[in-house]
């Protein structure tokens, strides 16, 4: 059992992984080697049959860094010189896609509807018909600064049918959320290690078509972010092009051995939406509110409105909980007061059961008699929705 020494991370990456992922880190390997050639093979061949793809249309490329790497590195190898990207962004996370793309010198257009909301097929289908030099959408899946579940089949029907290529940041969504390539039409896509399949961190990948890679020579800006580059010497030598996180990759497929025991994505996500639903339902009864409405609730991260009792801070709060073995996420919206909590990582409803009476000695201690938001949140909230 984690102890406060040990604690659990409610946090969307990294997250509190098994105790065999962790163990798998204790051997060196070396990066030519065939056997670490071989882990590599089997991690890509592993992670396309997580994405459904069954026909050989798509490749893995993984990728050294963190997520927003593996983000800069497909913008930067699938958008070209002259493309032209739709960003549809509603937090953080499409926000730090518009300023890659910015970074990156590559003309885009973005469509925000702020922390509350997600994109809908209408009026991305209103601005792919009135600009016709869009070549590129681009969606996160799972929003995780808010932890909205953006509807990414529809925004991929619409933006197939005007016959533009869509790109999805589903790091914190692939290998829980469904995402199948054989039903949904994409580029394609980039995860991290950290995420859903519960490794630890040090590189991520980006799952894309086959024709994207081989379009892809030369469009880079950046050698080391190059995926065609990438993608071209891992499949002549099975080696990564620079030092490998060999650790880091052992510890995944052992992260992946776990996840294909739990019954794949369909296992996770009902693992997850437990852990979810048990932690709302309980903080719930101690009067907190979650930010955003049922229907676009993610399985994956679920933020919460603080308290409006003067006695609350979340600073206090947030070392009341640690001292009890639990490291919770500060919120990341732009203009309400706000805290998060995490549903991934090695932790089933029996840990979720142990947040919430966590949450409400916490609140004990505090002096603060439930969690209920000032009213103004509330009425910011169902005044966007409706
Ligand atoms: C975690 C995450 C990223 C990547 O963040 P890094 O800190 O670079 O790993 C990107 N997009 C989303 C939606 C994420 O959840």
Redesign the pocket.
Known sequence: MNTPADPYLLT??PLTTAASTKAAMQRDWGSWDADFRAMTARLRAALLAVAGDTNGDYDCVPLQ???????EAMLGSFVPRNGHALVLAN?A?GK?IATTLRYLGRSHTVHDTGDYLPPRAADVDRLLAAHEDITHVVV??????SGILNPIEEIAEVTARHGRRLLI?????FGAVPLDVRTLPCEAF?S?A??CIEGV?GF?FVIAKQSALQAAKGNSHSLALDLHDQWDVMNRTGQWRFTPPTHAVAAFLEALRLFEIEGGQAGRLARYTRNRDVMVDGLRALGFEPLLTAAWRSP?IVTFFSPAHASFSFERFYELMKAQGFIIYPGKLTNVESFRIGCIGALDEHVMRRVVEACGAALRTLGVPDGAPAHASLDAREALAA
């Open positions: 969307p990456g860094g963190s997520g927003s790497y593996c983000v937090g996370y730090r996160v899946h799972c929003e995780t600064s940041d589903s790091m914190s969504a980039v991290s950290n995420k961190p991520g994956i």
